[in-house]
């Protein structure tokens, strides 16, 4: 891989970023094309007969709130979908000709939004959702658009987040090519100059206003307000990557600093929201802090600190909302009406043209009062994708941190990197990466039995050292890259985690950390009986249980439906294997709130989720977002070829194998997995020692 000028760099990320929107949309016109509509619908890629209503919301967007009438449903709530906020959704009548949709395969370009797909079909973004609620938005709807009584939504590819992120590296490209001098930081970034600390005088050390930090965190602080360019924090899990962040940004308003605070996930940010928010008692003083992002998206309880909110509890915030319902009114009767209250002809026209003044006046009124919010608060928190929105058009800041930067790509942190003099990185590259569809190396790997061990085989490929490399693709992260490039020099690491007992620290541990995580007292003897009303038993008390099916017969098999993830397995007897033992810890009392059951294969998610749900509909099956006292992994592959496919991506499994705070199960045939790669040998080999061992 040969070294790369700066503007070949930014050039390839560019390019990197576009075949990244190519395959998303090729994914989803291939959906499109080979699905029908109630596949689809089955999918939770669609949903059908629902009722609509119009609003207007922030910016003069029109609002299309769906719900699903008795007429057509005997639930008013949604059944399972795949509809997030910010998605993009094709609004059409029920029953519109054609498959999934026609022309439903690329995302739209700034002049075809809001006009017509198919026949009478429109793009919207979904704004937010609940159980039996959904809110579209609509930029610029024509006109004439009416709302189909009867609406069937189609999920579509969403163009937008590329196009930003491509916006923002074209910018970084252009001060290049323009010769302009660049910031120190970006100088770093794109390899020009190494990072350089400032030294701080052993006279006068750091005062810690989170005094119960511990040392490899007040180490990380510490660095991290001392670099003058880019640090990154390596935060295992459950080491308080937090906390740490928490006290950086107290540290950088003491200073008088403005920080913007950005993570890969609106989650991420929200935490940092919840713990910034609450003010401590060596900080008593609240910091000015905004949100921004869809209040939608935001966890209740933290929505008062939101951009819109906050723009709404202005002084000139009032006259906004008079015009607002001004338009309101107007496009209802314009839209609504049918029949003789149809409006029509010159009275129509000219009834748009007032609602298009309106709109445009709305807009200078209501940026006015962004401005203002923005300017006043000293922390700014949004998502990588959120700060490149325009409310944060015109300001920079002295610090960006961005939290879980090893799941966000490159190019999505280029969006507040060019915001900001500082960079403070904070994440683990050895959990989860960025979710991509270009990357064919997950592809690659199904089937394969090849076992090119290495410590850290099955992560993405290392940047090379000392090197500005082009990447191969976007799976190496800035995070990754800079941490290849300048090593630990760069970062600073947390050691000690507040979440699962020593015999679950111990191989992670070991394989990933150097032997450097370890866990606090106060969880290294963490057991199931400590919850209560369970009573103390040697079994449950073990840390880490292992269900070995090698010799067993318990096939794995290929998923039926090969429109959706061909490559997806499913294991009827580890279902079966996991079902009994969930049975036997709710018979112990433990409660099916604590549990929760992990799979890597999707088809294996369903099948356990068919069997678990109808008798414990409390337990999470298929997510690792959150942690449990108990977490059962189904690894699913068993087969004579020793062909482990997903299970070579040890981010994952390290995710999954960190995840429970008491008792760890895994259900797995040991022979095909040790065949897998060095890592999984080594898993097994652990598990069998140290596990309690049960055949199944
Ligand atoms: N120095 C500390 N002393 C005591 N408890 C701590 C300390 N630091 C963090 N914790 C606790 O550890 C838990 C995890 O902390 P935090 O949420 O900050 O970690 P994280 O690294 O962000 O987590 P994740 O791995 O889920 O991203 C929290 O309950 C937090 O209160």
């Avoid at 919301?57 to 009438?69: A, I, N």
């Avoid at 000219?350 to 209501?366: G, S, T």
């Avoid at 995070?479 to 050691?495: N, V």
């Avoid at 699962?500 to 009986?529: C, H």
Wanted: glycine content about 6%; some cysteine.
């Amino acid at each position: 891989m040969a070294a790369a000028p700066p503007e070949e760099f930014l050039k390839r990320l560019v390019e990197l970023t576009k075949t990244e929107q190519a395959a998303e949309e090729k994914e989803s016109s291939l959906l499109f094309t080979n699905a029908s509509v109630s596949l689809l619908e089955r999918s939770g890629l669609a949903l059908g007969n629902l009722s609509g209503q119009t609003s207007i919301g922030l910016g003069g967007r029109l609002l299309v709130e769906l719900t699903r009438p008795a007429a057509y449903h005997s639930s008013p709530d949604f059944p399972p979908h795949d509809f997030r906020p910010g998605d993009l959704a094709r609004l059409r009548p029920q029953g519109a000709a054609g498959g999934g949709a026609r022309k439903a395969t690329r995302g739209p370009s700034k002049e075809e939004k809001g006009k017509e797909k198919d026949d009478d079909a429109l793009d919207a973004v979904v704004y937010r959702t609940t159980a039996n609620r959904m809110v579209l938005a609509v930029d610029d709807p024509s006109d004439d658009f009416m709302l189909p009584e009867r609406i069937q939504i189609i999920k579509v590819a969403n163009p937008i987040t590329f196009v930003r992120q491509c916006f923002f590296l074209n910018r970084a490209l252009r001060k290049l090519e323009a010769a302009e001098p660049l910031s120190p930081l970006l100088s770093v970034l794109l390899g020009q100059q190494k990072p350089t600390i400032f030294q701080r005088s052993p006279d006068e050390p750091l005062s810690f206003i989170n005094e119960n930090l511990n040392a490899s965190q007040k180490e990380a602080v510490d660095f991290a307000l001392s670099s003058n360019e880019v640090a990154l924090i390596w935060g295992p899990p459950g080491t308080g990557k937090t906390e740490t962040l928490v006290e950086i940004i107290r540290q950088c308003v003491k200073a008088d600093k403005r920080v913007l605070v950005c993570g890969a996930s609106n989650l991420s940010v929200d935490n940092i929201l919840a713990r910034l928010s609450v003010s401590h008692p060596n900080f008593p003083q609240p910091i000015p802090l905004t949100r921004v992002g869809h209040p939608a998206r935001v966890l209740s309880g933290l929505t008062r600190h939101t951009l819109d909110a906050q723009s709404s509890s202005t002084d000139s915030s009032a006259l906004v909302e008079d015009i607002k319902k001004e338009i309101e009114e107007l496009e209802n009767k314009l839209r609504n009406g049918s029949g003789k209250t149809r409006i029509r002809g010159s009275e129509r026209k000219k009834m748009w043209e007032e609602v298009r003044e309106l709109r445009k006046e709305f807009r200078k009124r209501q940026g006015g009062i962004v401005s203002e919010v923005v300017s006043k608060a000293k922390v700014v928190l949004a998502t990588t994708h959120g700060a490149g929105g325009r409310s944060l058009d015109r300001f920079e800041f002295d610090v960006v941190i961005i939290d879980e930067a090893a799941q966000a790509t490159e190019p999505a942190c280029w969006i507040p990197i060019l915001k900001g003099k500082k960079l403070i990185l904070a994440g683990d590259h050895l959990q989860l990466p960025p979710t991509l569809k270009s990357s064919d190396r997950l592809t690659k790997s199904l089937g394969s039995k090849s076992s090119k061990a290495t410590s850290k085989e099955g992560t993405a490929p290392p940047a090379q050292p000392g090197k500005l490399t082009l990447s191969p693709d976007l799976e190496v992260t800035l995070f990754s890259r800079l941490l290849a490039r300048h090593g630990p020099s760069i970062r600073r690491m947390l050691k000690v985690q507040y979440r699962f007992n020593a015999k679950i620290n111990s191989f992670p541990s070991t394989m990933l950390y150097d032997g450097e995580l370890v866990p606090d007292e106060s969880v290294k003897d963490r057991k199931l009986s400590d919850l209560e009303g369970v009573e103390a038993d040697e079994d449950l008390d073990e840390p880490v249980v292992f269900f070995d099916t090698a010799g067993q017969a318990m096939y794995e098999r290929a998923a039926e439906d090969g429109s959706f993830g061909s490559a997806s397995k499913s294991n009827e007897n580890e279902a079966d294997v996991v079902h009994k033992y969930v049975q036997a810890l709710v018979n112990a009392n433990v409660p099916p709130t604590s549990i929760s059951i992990i799979s890597p294969y999707n088809s294996q998610v369903l099948l356990l989720a068919s069997l678990i749900h109808p008798q414990y509909p409390e337990i999470e099956v298929g997510s690792v977002d959150s942690n449990q006292d108990v977490v059962i992994v189904s690894l699913v592959r068993s087969n004579a070829e020793g062909e482990v496919g997903f299970l070579r991506e040890l981010r994952r499994l390290n995710v999954s194998m960190t995840r429970p705070r008491r008792h760890l199960v895994v259900v797995g045939d040991s022979e095909t997995v040790s065949k897998g790669s060095n890592f999984l040998k080594k898993w097994m080999e652990w598990l069998e020692e140290e596990a309690l061992v049960k055949v199944p």
